[in-house]
């Protein structure tokens, strides 16, 4: 998009813009879906509880309910305690929310579709929303409400606690995969749903529970919401917020509730892999023209919100059914359960992939840690420039907007890209680098 | 054991501190001196066949009569009557003890009457002569912590007495 | 403005010990607080999360209802019974209409006993349901408590058609009852009574044998039965902790004849078994005797103990000979005397006192709370407890404000 722009804007300003319009994007993401779980939380919340949930706004289903609610919200009145420390105060949500958002940077929801393309993707996402808690406990801090500093108090104990197991449960896809960038490892997850890393074998399968565990605690979503615990704190952390500083913590809460499910969907489920190939059966891939290609990555980000919608799904159903941990129990399950299994299976998984480096169900064609010779030719198929296409013999279509020479020097990188590519294809492992290079040139 | 001859055991063992009973009543009762008290409690309590062991409800009933032109009829001289319900759990028995206090001590009005506090005996009459010194005003000496517990703390007066009245006001709320 | 604050009242030995003490704080828990079931406050003192010490601080909710006693006579005090325990008010009202009962020797036919054992033990059944529901959302679990109301909803439907009101009923009164069952409400209690026993399982499901839940209940609150009795604690609080009394069958006699000839067995543990053990979950290794988890499994086992007795009470009913109650006059004078009576209500032994001097207005009207006496153990439980744990103690205490403040 930057390059569409640098031919009518000087580029640093095509940068800013195109930063600009990526940003405004993706904050209907959270924002946006945050209204969609909170309706799915009341929904499913009220037919858990043998009730109806919402049913009027917006006809049928109460589909409109959230933004009504939105509303309420917005005009109630802002309150801050006289004690409450100001700036920090109506600072805290923001921070909270930020970080949350921030995440979504670099989240792909398809093959290659992620704003910021990091190669340590898994590395930044973990970091940032670790950084959450900071708007918690600016708020419980801030707040001069003693329930407020108990909330505050147990989110950074936990969080905090619940770092170390929930890397230690991320590292083992990232090990397997031989790289921390979100896009490469959901393309080594192509083909049938027997390639996902859940799958892959049984150490990755428990630690896959072990991981959703530790999500929900990072999250503060019940039976971890002990920040939060509207039986013992009042209301925790936010117990001194309304109106919109208390729906930002609301949204920021499910967009972090989005990101680990989506985090879960990527690492263990294949991320916008559906469970059988259905967009290359079709030939809606790349080979088969842009269109084709945008359609195929499409249904991808279909495959992938629907992961990451029903793991959210899934919370929101352990919430209303189970009771709330003690602090002291939390911790317990965290040093003593969550840890330790994270440790043993993490060690389990390498001896498994140094063991059986092509797997033992011979399902899979081709050994972890590479790439199938379908998938390293789709990686340069993923590449939007039309170039890449002339490479593989598509020369001619749909490169006409593009000056001459450009378009020259593409195909000659390309090339060579290609013949890289398909040397490495049969057997030998597809290096990171050279998913770098071919990623550079995709942007 | 038989009412009488549990009350004739009280009596050897308290010669003049139990003064009366009733065993023909709903409810056989035993009428103790405030000073003995303590000690036919801690009796009842611990005595290996009696075992009053749980302390239901301390009441004070005030006979005054307000009215003057019943007062001249009234069977009685205006006093309090603390009354205590005890139960035997092993037993399954009840049992009624009722001690008399003058409505004022030294009758000097506002001088609350005093009695042994049986906190000391069961651990459950804390609050209730706590609810019973707040509402009918009866000091409970030995008593841990005698504060109001329904009323709050800043409330004057005793409002079971039958000669209470209600303030006209209250931290500006209107009483009457 | 906070150090103007500090100056001024530098001397104050309170400011000092809040400046000086920092690893322990006062937090107020209520009077405005979701957990504890209407308005208590308890002052806890925590070192980080363990409180060291936890008082109770009631009143909130006093209306005066031994003094309005005093005024009426014992008909008109019956709503005012309503109002104490307002999640079983048929409990109430029977209490003090056998006690007034017991003052005026006034027996009632047998038609009107086994009406008020139908309509007791479905009120019974009710407060359980909210204590279980209650009990689920103070540690953290929504659903249960919808559930529970759900299943409440429906005795309340019956009780509407019964008398008219579903949470203040003055049903049973002194003499009987107002009014006598409905036609087909029977067969809709018992209907309803098929239901609800297999929805009982899922609540054990839910709760009972969740693991976080014996987590949070078991071991934590444990109380002795010396302590329980030397507390007062009645009622499921005291079964809980072992010890075998239920008023339905030690109590007085004029409570007791209400229930001669009903086959039921106290709901106490023995050797490690309650009665009709085997049909449901088995007691937790954690579970201490006294604990949380015990004094919850007592009430949900009473739920079905009741609904056993009221299956044994509609039979009785339809073919008990009288009337649904004998006629008393609101100005009907009193017998002189004093009457005490204690029935067992689902929360606790509920006591009522009548003083009278022969009028038709009693000279001296007394309430007993179970809950009161109940609640006064609380700072005995939650001492060097966690703060999560003060909900889950004060919650399996099942205290209604209503009848503590009275």
Redesign the interface.
């Known amino acids: 998009m930057a390059e569409f722009f640098s031919t009518y804007l000087p580029s640093w300003l095509a940068q800013l813009v195109t930063g600009l319009i990526q940003c405004v994007i993706l904050l209907h993401v959270p924002l946006v879906g945050a209204m969609f779980f909170v309706w799915v939380e009341r929904k499913a919340a009220a037919r858990i509880q043998d009730r109806l949930g919402p049913t009027r706004v917006g006809g049928m289903f109460g589909w409109l309910q959230l933004l009504a609610d939105g509303l309420k919200l917005l005009t109630k009145e802002d309150l801050r305690p006289q004690e409450a420390d100001a700036m920090l105060f109506r600072l805290a949500p923001y921070v909270g929310f930020c970080a949350s958002f921030t995440v979504f940077l670099a989240l792909p929801f398809s093959d290659g579709w992620v704003v910021q393309w990091l190669d340590v993707g898994v590395f930044f996402i973990l970091a940032v929303l670790g950084l959450e808690v900071f708007g918690v406990i600016l708020a419980g801090w801030a707040s001069a409400s003693k329930w407020s500093l108990f909330g505050a108090m147990r989110e950074a104990a936990q969080v905090v606690s619940y770092e170390v197991p929930l890397g230690m449960c991320v590292v083992v896809p990232v090990m397997i995969a031989g790289t921390m960038d979100l896009v490469a490892i959901g393309r080594m997850q192509e083909g049938l749903f027997t390639n996902w890393f859940i799958f892959h074998d049984p150490f990755t399968f428990v630690i896959f529970f072990v991981y959703f565990t530790c999500g929900i605690a990072s999250v503060n979503r019940a039976p971890f919401d002990l920040a939060e615990a509207e039986s013992e704190l009042v209301a925790g952390f936010h117990t001194e917020y309304s109106g919109f500083r208390w729906l930002i913590f609301y949204m920021a809460e499910y967009g972090s509730m989005f990101i680990v499910s989506g985090l879960a969907a990527i690492l263990f489920f294949g991320g916008w892999n559906g469970p059988i190939p259905l967009a290359d059966l079709l030939g809606l891939t790349d080979a088969n023209g842009e269109l084709a290609g945008y359609l195929g990555r499409f249904l991808g980000m279909l495959n992938f919100v629907f992961k990451s919608v029903l793991g959210v799904t899934v919370m929101i159903w352990v919430r209303w059914t189970v009771p709330r941990l003690r602090i002291d129990q939390v911790m317990t399950m965290c040093l003593k359960y969550c840890t330790p299994i994270a440790a043993v299976m993490f060690l389990g998984a390498t001896l498994w992939t140094y063991t059986f480096p092509g797997g033992v169900t011979g399902l899979r064609g081709t050994p972890y840690g590479t790439v199938r010779g379908v998938s390293a030719q789709r990686v340069e198929l993923s590449d939007l420039t039309p170039a890449t296409e002339d490479a593989e013999g598509a020369a001619g279509e749909g490169s006409d907007n593009k000056p001459a020479e450009e378009h020259a020097g593409d195909v000659a990188a390309a090339a060579a890209d290609g013949e890289a590519a398909a040397a490495s294809t049969p057997s030998g492992p597809l290096s990171i680098a050279t998913f770098a290079s071919s990623r550079a040139r995709s942007r | 054991m038989s009412g009488q001859a549990f009350v004739d055991q009280l009596k050897k063992a308290f010669a003049d501190g139990v003064v009366g009973a009733n065993l023909e ?3 056989p009762w035993v009428e103790v001196t405030p000073e003995a008290l303590i000690d036919v409690c801690r009796y009842l309590k611990n005595d290996a066949k009696l075992r009053f ?5 301390i ?1 004070v ?2 006979y005054l009569e307000t009215d003057p032109k019943k007062a001249a009829k009234a069977e009685f001289e205006p006093h309090l009557e603390v ?1 205590y ?1 005890l ?1 035997s ?1 092993p037993n ?1 028995v ?1 049992l ?1 003890l009722k001690v008399k206090l003058p409505r004022w001590q030294n009758d000097e009005e506002g001088q609350l009457p005093e009695l042994a506090s049986v906190a000391g005996v ?3 009459a ?3 002569e706590r ?1 019973v010194y707040d ?1 009918s005003g009866v000091n409970f000496v030995g008593h841990p912590n005698l504060r ?5 703390e800043d409330w004057v007066g005793h ?2 007495r039958k000669d209470y009245e209600m303030p006209l006001e209250y931290h500006g709320i209107r009483g009457r | 403005m906070a150090t103007q604050t500090g100056t001024a009242f530098a001397d104050d030995p309170r400011i000092i010990e809040y400046d000086v003490r920092t690893d322990e704080m006062l937090i107020n828990m209520g009077p405005q607080h979701p957990s504890t079931h209407g308005v208590l406050r308890l002052v806890l003192r925590t070192d980080g999360e363990i409180v060291s010490e936890a008082v109770p601080h009631i009143g909130y909710l006093h209306r005066c209802a031994e003094k309005i006693g005093e005024n009426l006579a014992p008909r008109q005090f019956v709503p005012y019974t309503d109002r104490m325990d307002y999640l079983a008010g048929m409990n109430m009202n029977l209490g003090w209409a056998l006690a007034v009962e017991k003052l005026m020797n006034l027996e009632i036919p047998e038609k009107a006993k086994h009406l008020r054992v139908i309509i007791a033990e479905m009120n019974r059944i009710a407060s359980h349901l909210v204590g279980m529901g209650t009990y689920g959302l103070d540690l953290g679990s929504f659903s249960p408590f919808l559930y529970a109301f759900r299943e409440r909803e429906k005795i309340l439907d019956l009780f509407e058609e019964a008398c008219g009101a579903r949470l203040t009923y003055s049903y049973l009164t002194v003499g009987g009852a107002t009014h006598d069952l409905p036609a087909t409400w029977l067969e809709k209690c018992e209907a309803f009574l098929d239901q609800l026993l297999p929805v009982i399982t899922e609540y054990h499901t839910l709760l009972t044998t969740n693991a976080i839940f014996v987590r949070r209940a078991a071991n934590i609150g444990v109380m002795s039965a010396a302590t329980a009795i030397d507390f007062g604690c009645t009622g499921p609080v005291l079964r809980g902790s072992g010890v075998d009394q239920d008023l339905r069958r030690d109590g007085e006699q004029w409570y007791t004849e209400m229930y001669d000839g009903y086959a039921f067995e106290v709901i106490v543990e023995k050797d490690g078994h309650y009665p009709k053990d085997h049909e449901y979950p088995a007691i937790p290794k954690t579970a201490v005797l006294g604990d949380c988890w015990h004094r919850f499994y007592v009430r949900m086992l009473e739920v079905i103990q009741s609904i056993d007795l009221v299956r044994q009470a509609i039979d009785r009913y339809r073919t008990a000979t009288g009337s649904h109650c004998v006629p008393v006059k609101l100005n009907q004078k009193l017998p002189k005397g004093e009457a005490y009576l204690e029935t067992e209500c689902p929360k606790g032994q509920m006591g009522f006192f009548i003083v009278s001097r022969g009028e038709a207005i009693p000279w001296r009207v007394r309430a007993r709370s179970s809950c009161f006496s109940n609640l006064s153990v609380t700072h005995e439980l939650c001492r060097g407890c966690l703060l999560a744990d003060v909900p889950a103690i004060v919650g399996s205490l099942d205290i209604v404000m209503g009848e503590i403040d009275r």
Do not use: G, Q
């Not at chain 2, 062991?53 to 409800?57: E, F, G, I, K, R």
């Open positions: 009543a709903l409810d062991d749980m302390l239901n409800c009441t009933v005030d009354v319900h139960w759990v399954k009840s009624v069961w651990r459950t804390d609050w209730h609810e509402l109001r517990i329904l009323c709050p409002p079971l």
